[in-house]
């Protein structure tokens, strides 16, 4: 008997043995980030947190969904490179491009590629004809980490030709027939598993996963936003043409500005499909440490002399009292809103708007320094073009002069057009005529015809009650910031001596 049992106990084990090497336990921790927009002092405190997550994770795939370029000063001082240099010491392993990549044009994220050691992902781009891009970025890339192999193709929103400044060279195919593509070409190379860094946004990155079958996550950006559930789990069952897909497709974003950073860890069963998993957004510490301080004051000593510097010269004080700009055209409105128009004219824009609460202060009559035109405009917004009917636009409109007696920052200040308005009228009846200039002169709005109007961020996403803007298409939105913006503007313009030239009339003040 005792023979037997331990001829069968041999058997058991043997054959457990054979099952423990034939599907191992194999676990990988996914972190990511996505839309960090060249804040650099937050992304370095982020730093401490991935070298942390590092230390307990082990083997750890890295990766960031895009827009690093655009949104503060560091980028209008350095460019990419700040991004660049704590990417590399944070090891990043890939990259997707974001439509806020090509807002200077396709050389400045070739310079940005140079400097970087990690891989830059696009499937939907054919970078061959673009000269500065060629050879520089690829479709997909297969990593190996704790015996995973691991397939992550790039994707990036098609809206980039319209939003941004890619250049003629730059191609953008579909979306989904691309995955589809690299989908197949990463199966037959023998990926375990197979990512999708995207920048398309939340609502396409949920399209993706439903149409396009063998995808297992979806590591994305676009949207800024940070989800209520981590991860976002979509499930399917069957199969089609006989290739059993995943059952399960996990969906992770990880807000913006370098808030946090998501952690997804997965365990893979012997079939090489995700079994068990667990995750969420961790939050950075709240200032840089170590290594990752002395790059971020390497570079916030440049945004000190930044702000010293002279952008040109004024032969007139700009006007941005709160009591006057409130409620009247001022010479400060026109030339911020000449601005934006003048930077938005190549993607179609006719009409500038621009809430006076967004300006601050006044710039005297000299020297202009960035500081003055900080101070003027000191919020981090950035532009956005829109699409609106002229009916939308005198809506627009009624409710900027709804609350001009009470000194209230949604009066706007325009450019592009002018109009009259009769403060002693009845709400809904206060906007009496509106012209758009056009190459023939001023013109009538016409309600049912469509503009093209430009506005901050902050209007566009329906700030100051302008619900209506925040319902409408946008066809550009570049992350320059707004005070950059003047900034370029009035160095070119130097020395600037804009008037108060009846853009915005009130009736009952006049004949």
Same mark, same amino acid.
């Given at each position: ?23 191992? &336990? ?32 082990? /083997?750890?795939?890295?990766?960031? $969904? ?21 990417? &590399?010491?944070?090891?990043? /392993? ?116 439903? &149409? ?15 989800? /209520? ?24 974003? $990880? ?40 790059? $971020? ?112 920052? &949604? ?97 009952? /003040?006049?004949?």
């Amino acid at each position: 008997m005792n023979k037997k049992l331990l001829k069968v106990l041999s058997v058991a084990i043997l054959l457990l043995i054979c099952s423990c090497a034939r599907s191992p &336990r194999r676990r990988l921790t996914i972190l990511h980030t996505n839309d960090i927009h060249s804040h650099v002092e937050e992304f370095a405190a982020l730093g401490k947190t991935v070298d942390t997550l590092r230390e307990s994770a082990g /083997d750890v795939l890295l990766l960031d $969904a895009g827009d690093v370029f655009s949104g503060t000063p560091y980028f209008t001082l350095y460019g990419g490179e700040p991004m660049a240099v704590l990417m &590399r010491r944070m090891r990043y /392993d890939a990259m997707a491009p974001g439509n806020h990549e090509f807002d200077l044009g396709p050389e400045r994220l070739a310079e940005f590629i140079d400097m970087v050691d990690f891989q830059v992902l696009c499937g939907n781009i054919n970078f061959s004809h673009e000269s500065v891009l060629a050879g520089k970025a690829e479709p997909f890339a297969i990593f190996e980490k704790n015996s995973i192999k691991i397939g992550v193709m790039g994707l990036i929103t098609e809206e980039t030709r319209y939003v941004s400044r890619p250049g003629s060279n730059i191609k953008i195919t579909d979306v989904f027939s691309t995955a589809e593509r690299y989908v197949e070409v990463l199966s037959d190379a023998g990926a375990d598993l197979i990512i999708a860094l995207t920048h398309l946004g939340w609502d396409t990155d949920l399209l993706l996963a439903e &149409r396009v079958r063998g995808i297992d996550i979806i590591v994305g950006g676009h949207s800024h936003i940070r989800p /209520d559930v981590y991860p976002h789990v979509i499930t399917f069952s069957g199969s089609s043409d006989g290739q059993k897909y995943p059952e399960r497709v996990f969906l992770v974003h $990880a807000g913006e500005y370098a808030c946090c950073i998501g952690r997804l860890d997965i365990t893979l069963d012997s079939d090489g499909r995700i079994a068990a998993w667990e995750g969420g957004l961790v939050k950075r510490v709240k200032e840089p440490e170590g290594v990752y301080r002395e790059i $971020a004051e390497r570079y916030s000593a440049g945004i000190g002399e930044l702000k010293k510097q002279k952008v040109g010269a004024g032969k007139v004080k700009l006007i941005g009292e709160r009591e006057v700009v409130r409620a009247h055209e001022t010479n400060a409105g026109n030339i911020v809103t000449d601005a934006l128009l003048a930077r938005s004219r190549d993607a179609g824009a006719q009409i500038a708007l621009y809430n006076s609460g967004g300006i601050r202060s006044s710039i005297e009559a000299g020297t202009v320094a960035f500081s003055d035109i900080m101070e003027m405009l000191p919020f981090d917004n950035h532009i956005v073009v829109l699409e609106i009917t002229g009916r939308e636009l005198l809506d627009v409109l009624e409710h900027s002069v709804s609350a001009a007696e009470d000194l209230s920052g &949604r009066f706007l200040q325009v450019s592009g057009m002018r109009f009259g308005w009769d403060p002693k009228s009845d709400p809904g009846e206060r906007i009496r005529w509106v012209e758009v200039d056009t190459e023939g002169g001023h013109k009538a709005l016409e309600q049912e015809a469509s503009y093209s109007i430009v506005t901050n961020s902050f209007l566009a996403a329906g700030g100051d009650g302008y619900d209506m803007l925040a319902d409408a298409r946008r066809t550009r939105e570049m992350r320059v910031p707004e005070y950059a913006i003047l900034a370029d503007y009035i160095s070119a313009h130097s020395p600037v001596k804009p008037e108060v030239e009846g853009r915005i009339i009130r009736i009952a /003040d006049t004949d």
